[in-house]
């Protein structure tokens, strides 16, 4: 995937390190020398052969302390974690772990005694968590792509916050073997990167079950995304309260969704934000007290320096939570879920902003609680509620990434990958008029081609239509002088399709003589690449223009 040797693009990285002063970003960074001689054997066949990686400090490293971010719970693994290991066998190489919000517990990443991780974008923000240290090294391109976790957000809101790629794959997809629980029946290994397809990539090197994680899974994967598919969007008063110009942003996003051909529904989404108040607010917190609930109290001593007083008291909360609590709020859990599932009936994903807003380092710190509950509006009930779900830049307000987010149910990851896709690549329109539209023989090559039934259409008044020798039947259109006898009609019908620029690309080239691709001047007045015909195959071809369309000329015969 790299255009670079192994070798030099670890060079590359460790001046990117010293060039951009952070030292924040990692916990243990590994000798330069000893990343060399690693990358000096890797196999250039291999797919992540070139790209470098960094990896939260709360999965193991063979021969790297783990510490979660607490010096004092540190402890020296033996063997990878099967994500990385799996990375590593695909090419990757390791440059060190990364730093985090303490045992994942935030959404801020500035709960670390190892310091405060620093947007990339503006060092008065925060980076977002928990897995901040492995969202800003992909940021500032040290990193090609790097593990984090997530439980409440912290593969998604990060990469939001630094405009980046983050991806939360369904549970248990990759195991969480070798990984610091923090609910370890919600906990996610995730994947970051600057490009939407490396995730993907890399996500899916990272997939099996393991036989230590009894939690680990596989699965068929939902079905793509139709041509039209139904995409949810909260209702408008589940969008109050975001950052300035951030629902003007968000309504930007739709749009651009909404003109890949996407069918967009409000959805009232209040199951899914009441489920997501459970992930603190309910006996589920227990799960991190299980986690490391034993650590925080033998070492009560060190609450305020090694180890973050807001963290210790989320976890330490958790011991006062009863089994009935737990019986209670995983009942009330499945009737949310329930719920949700209904109100997202017939929609292939609901589309969010990531999260609600980007505070400055001074802002948390005044507000360590409420802030961090803020940013986890939308991503708090995905684990809960079996979700997979992934985070994509969305462009800028005022200067700083905004992001959003595509949710849908566990399996669905690689039609949110197809829907992010369209997201992040528009498309480009192409008009046809005869076997490529809808329902003609050849309108599958389209549709396997990404594309996406934009409408119906007409051409400008000039064109021509005729009917051509060909296997299968097909017209060609030529454009011809205003003042051609006979004259030209009000336009030839048609439709207009979006594809993918790569889909583009492989469709229009595939193209057989006489039939080329050029621009068409459509009756509404825009200019788009379209289907004509080389003007000595017309010669002697019946002109069917007045039937006005294909179809039309199809049905006289």
């Not at 990272?206 to 068929?220: F, K, M, V, W, Y």
């Not at 995905?382 to 905004?402: H, I, K, R, W, Y």
Request: aromatic residues 6%; contains cysteine.
């Amino acid at each position: 995937m790299s255009l670079m040797t192994p070798t030099a693009r670890v060079e590359a990285a460790y001046e990117r390190i010293e060039s951009v002063g952070r030292p924040e970003i990692w916990i243990h960074l590994r000798p330069r020398e000893q990343v060399l001689a690693e990358a000096a054997g890797i196999d250039p066949a291999l797919p992540l052969a070139g790209l470098v990686a960094a990896v939260k400090d709360n999965i193991d490293v063979a021969g790297l302390p783990t510490t979660a971010g607490a010096p004092s719970y540190a402890y020296l693994p033996r063997a990878d974690a099967p994500a990385v290991a799996r990375l590593r066998a695909a090419g990757a190489v390791v440059l060190g772990k990364t730093n985090l919000d303490q045992f994942a517990t935030g959404l801020v990443g500035t709960r670390s005694p190892y310091g405060a991780v620093r947007n990339a974008w503006d060092a008065q923000r925060v980076s977002g968590g928990s897995s901040s240290g492995s969202a800003v090294a992909v940021a500032l391109g040290i990193a090609d792509l790097a593990l984090g976790t997530d439980t409440a957000g912290s593969g998604r809101v990060p990469a939001a916050l630094n405009g980046i790629v983050g991806v939360k794959p369904t549970k248990g997809l990759v195991p969480v073997t070798g990984v610091v629980p923090a609910c370890y029946t919600l906990d996610c290994v995730t994947v970051f990167a600057r490009d939407l397809r490396l995730a993907r990539t890399a996500v899916e090197l990272a997939e099996g079950p393991d036989p230590a994680d009894p939690l680990s899974r596989s699965g068929a994967q939902l079905p793509p995304p139709p041509a039209r598919p139904r995409v949810a969007v909260p209702a408008p008063e589940h969008l109050r309260g975001l950052a300035e110009g951030w629902r003007e942003a968000f309504d930007a996003a739709v749009v651009r969704l909404a003109s890949t051909g996407a069918e967009i529904v409000e959805a009232d989404v209040t199951p899914l934000l009441q489920a997501a108040e459970l992930l603190y607010g309910g006996a589920f917190v227990a799960e991190r007290y299980a986690a490391v609930g034993a650590h925080l109290e033998e070492h009560r001593d060190l609450i305020g320096t090694d180890l973050d007083p807001t963290v210790a008291a989320t976890v330490l909360a958790g011991r006062q939570k009863t089994a009935a609590d737990w019986a209670a709020d995983t009942a009330r859990l499945a009737a949310l879920g329930a719920a949700g599932r209904a109100v997202l009936d017939g929609c292939s994903a609901l589309l969010t902003p990531t999260t609600t807003w980007h505070p400055t380092l001074d802002q948390v710190a005044a507000d360590p609680v409420g802030a961090n509950a803020r940013l986890g509006r939308f991503t708090n009930f995905a684990n809960l509620l079996d979700c997979a779900s992934l985070a994509v830049p969305a462009g800028f307000v005022d200067g700083l990434p905004f992001g959003v987010m595509f949710t849908g149910p566990a399996f669905s990851d690689r039609a949110l990958a197809a829907l992010a896709e369209r997201f992040a690549d528009p498309g480009l329109d192409l008009f046809v008029v005869g076997a490529h539209l809808t329902g003609q023989p050849l309108n599958a090559q389209l549709v396997q081609a990404g594309g996406t039934l934009v409408g119906p259409a007409r051409t400008a008044a000039g064109y021509r239509l005729y009917a051509l020798a060909t296997a299968p039947p097909k017209p060609g259109l030529v454009r011809v002088a205003e003042d051609t006898a006979g004259g030209t009609g009000p336009g030839v019908e048609g439709e207009v399709w979006r594809l993918p620029a790569a889909g583009f690309g492989t469709f229009t080239a595939a193209v057989p003589p006489p039939m080329t691709i050029g621009t068409v001047e459509l009756a509404d007045g825009r200019h788009i690449s379209g289907f004509l015909v080389e003007p000595y195959a017309v010669e002697g071809a019946p002109d069917i223009t007045r039937h006005g369309g294909w179809r039309s000329y199809t049905a006289s015969s």
